[in-house]
């Protein structure tokens, strides 16, 4: 009787099943040491082969993993060496834009940046944005619903999915590839997948929305001399600008002295010695009247005391200038082992939330770094956190404790678009309630009932099913 990886073989062909250094040579994850370790990495090239692989994992009790492009940080693709993954690389071909819908199906092996070049060869413009976009595909982006930069204006990635084809852990194709923007045909089955961690089914085809490619995209920095005026900047922006604002994105201090000053090959554009920087971009339909209109706004910021300094990008190459600042998160990665963090809560009590994560971090550490950046305008705040004792075998727990743990009291989520994972379960509770937790467990029950795909992430997986599995 063959074995599973024999028998997965014989499903996907030749070039089709990676096994032995073919996969442990691959990168588990960003910023991270080591490689896959899963038994297996099968290869599919289209939505029946991904049926039948799963079809015959499921009749032999086989544990599955989906990866995407790996650049997810909560170790939400890690495989076991009893595990094996499904990748859908080779599933990568964008089958049809739609100009008049507005819409491009593809396969979720494509890599976001091919999505988003296609698009524009289309006069048009598939608004998700991300630092990993030349590596991230759209199935990871959907199974995470991943967010970026755009959020503010286009919203999450399940914003801008109007349909998607799935295969439960059993096999069975779940096809609902909608290309229309209003369909209350009854239950909208897609978000079953969309920011589900690839736990309830593999996403193997989407329908994307796209938009009219933007004719003017204005970009700023702006320093600021007080968290209190940042949001009064984003509303003054906001309500200035029509509608087109596009991006908030704040760097705290230390992270944009870290990212302009050498070996960083950003230089500031304006002084260090402020306390916050406010990247600011708005997208519209008249070059000539949005500059006219940013400079406006930016005058009566000015006027209200809101802004400090500023400067405006007078060509693209100063545009991708100001926007390679605020992606060069790596540089936190140069004084140790690096803790990222992306948590989401509201913008008025930011401020106190990170003195309060600082103060937690000096109270276990003699010494530590935390760059700290982020989207605001949807909540959104990430960390940078290293110079940590390492040496501590508890210091990721501590570090992680000083993180999540002040965020119960304020209203405040453990992950604004990464997901949970392995590297957040042990926190969900600070999130989530018993009674969603239930209904979550209850959905993969209902889905998965052998506990087979992605077992183990976001929440362990109660003893009858590990048994079935």
């Known amino acids: 009787m063959p074995n599973i990886v024999e028998t997965l073989s014989a499903i996907v062909g030749k070039g089709g099943v990676l096994i032995g250094a073919d996969v442990s040579s691959r990168a588990v994850g960003v910023w991270r040491e080591g490689g896959v370790q899963a038994k297996a990495i099968i290869r599919p090239r289209d939505t029946a082969q991904v049926s039948a692989v799963l079809k015959a994992c499921h009749r032999a009790g086989q544990p599955v993993v989906a990866h995407g492009g790996r650049t997810g940080l909560v170790e939400g693709a890690d495989a076991g060496a009893g595990e094996v993954a499904i990748s859908l690389e080779r599933m990568n071909r964008i089958e ?19 999505v988003q070049e296609r698009a524009d060869d289309e006069a048009l413009m598939y608004p998700l944005d991300l630092g990993a976009r030349g590596s991230c595909t759209v199935g990871g982006n959907i199974a995470t619903n991943a967010g ?29 590839m909608n290309e229309m923007i209003k369909n209350n045909a009854g239950y909208d089955l897609k978000q079953l997948f969309i920011g589900t961690e690839g736990s309830l089914g593999v996403v193997t085809r989407a329908v994307l929305r796209l938009r009219e490619k933007p004719r003017s995209q204005e970009t700023l920095l702006v320093a600021v001399d007080e968290f209190d005026k940042l949001p009064q900047l984003l509303k003054l922006m906001d309500a200035r600008l029509g509608g087109a604002l596009s991006a908030f ?61 500023a400067v405006i990008a007078q060509s693209e190459a100063q545009r991708q200038e100001l926007w390679a600042m605020r992606d060069d998160v790596e540089q936190c990665a140069r004084f140790g082992t690096l803790h990222i963090f992306d948590v989401s809560l509201p913008i008025p009590k930011m401020e106190a939330y990170v003195a309060d994560v600082n103060r937690r971090l000096a109270t276990s550490f003699n010494a530590f770094r935390n760059f700290a950046f982020g989207h605001i305008a949807d909540g959104n705040l990430h960390f940078g956190i290293c110079g940590v004792d390492d040496a501590d075998a508890n210091a990721k727990t501590k570090v992680k404790q000083a993180v999540y743990e002040p965020l119960a009291g304020i209203g405040g989520s453990i992950s604004a678009e990464h997901g949970i994972g392995l590297d957040k379960k042990p926190y969900l509770n600070l999130s989530r309630s018993d009674a969603e937790v239930a209904l979550m467990r209850a959905l993969k029950q209902a889905l998965d009932p052998k506990g087979l795909l992605n077992a183990g992430k976001i929440f362990d997986a109660p003893a009858a099913s590990r048994r079935a599995a």
């Open 96 to 114: 049809a834009v739609d100009t008049i819908n507005r819409t491009m199906t593809v396969q979720a092996g494509a890599v976001l940046q091919a």
């Open 148 to 176: 970026g930069n755009r959020v503010l204006r286009y919203g999450m990635t399940r914003d801008n999915v109007l349909g998607l084809e799935a295969v439960l852990a059993d096999g069975t194709v779940v096809s609902s």
């Open 249 to 309: 994105e704040v760097m705290w201090r230390n992270f944009y002295v870290l990212v302009t000053t050498p070996p960083a090959k950003q230089r500031p554009p304006v002084a260090q010695d402020h306390p916050y920087y406010a990247l600011i971009e708005a997208m519209g339909g008249d070059a000539e009247a949005d500059q006219a209109r940013v400079e406006a706004a930016l005058a009566e910021a000015y006027e209200a005391g809101l802004v400090a300094d």
